[in-house]
């Protein structure tokens, strides 16, 4: 090779990033011609061999099996079996066990595996199951089975498909049991579900209490504030936000809405949907007179 393309920069630029990184095909061949570039072209380029990328992997440490209960499989052993021995879902289980090849049909004997949180109820699946037939024959409420089981699609076209992967045991209950909250809310008990904050009824207010200045009496539920109540605890308890809670109740300061609250007093916690349209401010009406004008209205439409 003439000096000149020896000498290149290309040529030697080649080498030199070669020599540098555990990732080429840098070996003795590539070496004895970086050493003859550093002669001919009057160079000290380093030749050493890169340092070797055989050396043993760092693996993440053992996740906490939070249930802190294991199964040690055995012979014929399959989530759906498991499942169904500590009422759990096979879903559960595959997800509570990541780390280790889960083959729901065929489990590995010998395998130490993470046992989730059991549910309140499990049912096994039959080929002809849907999830609206689930419920109906169950007495579920329509949609529990995607409530209580993430992997189910909105459409629940995945249910009989997924079974394979997932298994045939799934949850009709909460994972856990319901949870009653210490901190901040104290003694209020809370399971999963949804609720928009809004009420199709109306309602008249509590006739023992006083109605908030400006509080909307297009309401299908109340609540009588209690001595230490905070706004947090109603509305976890009343299942709605505190932008709704004070929004239909404007004398709850948005900013400090807990020390703007009155003893005694009641407060909308049920909306109707169209409270606002037509909204006129009251000041401090007692619940006797809204009471008297909601009956006359009733009466009047009758």
């Known amino acids: 090779m003439p000096t000149s393309e020896l000498c290149s920069f290309c040529f030697v630029q080649r080498l030199e990033i070669m020599q540098s990184s555990p990732y080429s095909f840098y070996d003795e061949v590539f070496q004895e011609q970086l050493e003859i570039v550093n002669t001919q072209c009057g160079l000290s380029l380093?030749?050493?061999?890169?340092?070797?990328?055989?050396?043993?992997?760092?693996?993440?440490?053992?996740?906490?099996?939070?249930?802190?209960?294991?199964?040690?499989?055995?012979?014929?052993?399959?989530?759906?079996s498991i499942g169904l021995k500590y009422n759990i879902s096979s879903a559960g289980l595959v997800m509570a066990n990541n780390r280790?090849?889960?083959?729901?049909?065929n489990l590995t004997a010998g395998m130490d595996l993470c046992l989730p949180s059991s549910c309140a109820s499990t049912y096994l699946l039959q080929s002809n199951d849907t999830c609206t037939s689930i419920e109906l024959a169950?007495?579920?409420?329509?949609?529990?089975?995607?409530?209580?089981?993430?992997?189910?699609?909105?459409?629940?076209?995945n249910l009989q498909p997924s079974t394979d992967f997932w298994g045939r045991v799934i949850c009709l209950g909460s994972q856990g049991g319901t949870y009653t909250a210490t901190a901040p809310v104290s003694g209020v008990t809370l399971a999963p579900?949804?609720?928009?904050?809004?009420?199709?009824?109306?309602?008249?207010?509590?006739?023992?209490?006083?109605?908030?200045?400006?509080?909307?009496l297009k309401c299908g539920k109340w609540h009588v504030a209690a001595k230490d109540e905070t706004c947090a605890r109603i509305c976890v308890q009343e299942?709605?936000?505190?932008?709704?809670?004070?929004?239909?109740?404007?004398s709850l300061s948005a900013s400090?809405?807990?020390?703007?609250?009155?003893?005694?007093?009641a407060y909308c916690v049920g909306p109707n949907s169209g409270w606002s349209i037509s909204y006129n401010s009251t000041n401090s009406i007692?619940?006797?007179?809204?009471?008297?004008?909601?009956?006359?209205?009733t009466a009047s439409a009758n």
């Open 100 to 105: 280790q090849l889960v083959i729901c049909n």
């Open 138 to 157: 169950g007495g579920y409420d329509l949609g529990d089975v995607r409530k209580y089981n993430s992997w189910v699609e909105w459409d629940c076209a």
């Open 256 to 265: 400090n809405c807990s020390a703007s609250l009155v003893v005694g007093n």
């Open 239 to 250: 299942s709605l936000t505190s932008r709704l809670f004070t929004t239909v109740n404007p």
């Open 46 to 80: 380093p030749t050493d061999m890169p340092a070797s990328l055989d050396v043993a992997p760092e693996f993440l440490p053992d996740p906490v099996c939070v249930s802190n209960q294991t199964h040690h499989t055995v012979l014929g052993d399959t989530c759906d």
């Open 193 to 216: 579900g949804a609720s928009t904050g809004y009420s199709d009824l109306l309602v008249a207010p509590p006739s023992n209490a006083t109605v908030a200045e400006g509080t909307t």
């Open 286 to 297: 007692s619940s006797s007179r809204v009471s008297s004008r909601l009956v006359s209205a």
